[in-house]
């Protein structure tokens, strides 16, 4: 855990890709089939794009679920700041449920947003996720941000599943 971003792409970074990561939780506590507990290592943002990053990419197309971004203190995803563009959110679990050794059914997400895009950041893609389990809306959009694409299954979040201006309606 940290008290900043569990990863951070700024200052004019392009073209990076972040995969096969556990961001927020112990990393072997989702390898076994039961979980039998859980050890949170919270972040204030599990990831941060910001500042002009340009065509970054969370996650990988095609099969499976590229990273794991859960039980951060705020949003799971936040990308934001003008000049931050073409930046990509693909194939992750972004909150997620399991069972436990017990037989009870654990939902842990993040405190905030599933994504955030903000602060006129521009043309994000968020495909294929599982976006779940959230304090705040599974996706929201607001500050001047635009060209936002949202694909993905979205549910079981503490505000509306695609929120436009942030403003809860």
């Known amino acids: 855990g940290d008290n900043g971003a569990g990863v951070t792409i700024g200052s004019g970074a392009s073209a990076n890709n972040v995969v096969d990561n556990v961001i927020g939780l112990r990393a072997d506590v989702l390898t076994a089939e039961t979980v039998p507990a859980v050890t949170a290592l919270p972040n ?12 970054n990419t969370i996650g990988r197309d095609g099969g499976g679920r590229s990273n794991f971004i859960v039980d951060n203190a705020g949003d799971g995803v936040r990308i934001q700041q003008t000049g931050t563009t073409g930046n990509r959110v693909v194939n992750n679990f972004i909150g997620v449920s399991f069972v436990s050794e017990d037989g009870t059914e654990r939902r842990i997400g993040n405190g905030g947003h599933g994504v955030h895009v903000t602060d006129d950041a521009s043309n994000v893609a968020v495909l294929a996720n599982t976006i779940a389990n959230n304090g705040g809306d599974g996706v929201a959009v607001s500050f001047g941000a635009t060209g936002v694409d949202v694909q993905s ?8 599943g695609i929120d436009l201006n942030d403003d809860g309606v």
């Open 44 to 55: 204030a943002t599990g990831v941060l794009i910001l500042s002009g990053a340009k065509n």
């Open 153 to 160: 299954a979205i549910r079981f979040n503490g505000g509306l």
